[in-house]
T-cell receptor, first 113, second 113 residues
Framework: GNSVTQMEGPVTLSEEAFLTINCTYT??????LFWYVQYPGEGLQLLLK?????DKGSNKGFEATYRKETTSFHLEKGSVQVSDSAVYFC????????????FGKGTKLTVNP | DTEVTQTPKHLVMGMTNKKSLKCEQH?????MYWYKQKAKKPPELMFV???????INESVPSRFSPECPNSSLLNLHLHALQPEDSALYLC????????????FGPGTRLTVL
């Protein structure tokens, strides 16, 4: 079946540090891949997505590249801010298949000033 | 605009109460979803509506009753809930069932006493 594995954290960084949150997936066919972010006390916001191999999603300084050869979609940001503190979820859905979003367990990021 | 709205933001109810959660989107999306999220966990799918018809029920207890009166509105009727039903309830929508990007609302924080 389809599954997503992401580093669970928590991850604690200082402001302006480099961020990587690893995400790997198992899926049949050609999934679409997503990163969602959940700020404290809020719902999920779509951060970025990629729908085919070698696509790079980017938003608000965050980037992730769809790597089919390594089945990965790692989230990166060059310089994190305190306002980036949140829980980040990697997720997939399979094109033409079930509409169920398959989530990783989430990674809590805390950025200290 | 990719906005999904949910009301109320917070809800406290007793086990004998009947209450409803409301979700609205005006993006022309024809698929709408209810998710349940417990603390420190990813969201779990409950129901999927496509063109105002229920297409997926993830074996949710009958004390949760979804309703989709029109293409913009999704309700979740609650009756005789248990304390373990306390959670964040998230609504999401996508253009069509089976298409990739789901957009989430801010959620309703439910507490069952």
């Amino acid at each position: 079946g389809n599954s997503v594995t992401q580093m669970e954290g928590p991850v604690t960084l200082s402001e302006e540090a480099f961020l990587t949150i690893n995400c790997t997936y198992t899926a049949t066919g050609y999934p679409s891949l997503f990163w969602y972010v959940q700020y404290p006390g809020e719902g999920l916001q779509l951060l970025l997505k990629a729908t085919k191999a070698d696509d790079k999603g980017s938003n608000k300084g965050f980037e992730a590249t769809y790597r089919k050869e390594t089945t990965s979609f790692h989230l990166e940001k060059g310089s994190v801010q305190v306002s980036d503190s949140a829980v980040y979820f990697c997720a997939l859905t399979r094109q033409g298949g079930s509409e169920k979003l398959v989530f990783g367990k989430g990674t809590k990021l805390t950025v200290n000033p | 605009d990719t906005e999904v709205t949910q009301t109320p933001k917070h809800l406290v109810m007793g086990m004998t109460n009947k209450k409803s959660l409301k979700c609205e989107q005006h993006m022309g999306h024809r698929a709408m979803y209810w998710y349940k999220q417990k603390a420190k966990k990813p969201p779990e799918l409950m129901f999927v509506y496509s063109y105002e018809k229920l297409s997926i029920n993830e074996s949710v207890p009958s004390r949760f009753s979804p309703e989709c009166p029109n293409s913009s509105l999704l309700n979740l009727h609650l009756h005789a809930l248990q304390p373990e039903d306390s959670a964040l309830y998230l609504c999401a929508s996508s253009l069509l069932r089976g298409t990739d990007t789901q957009y989430f609302g801010p959620g309703t924080r439910l507490t069952v006493l």
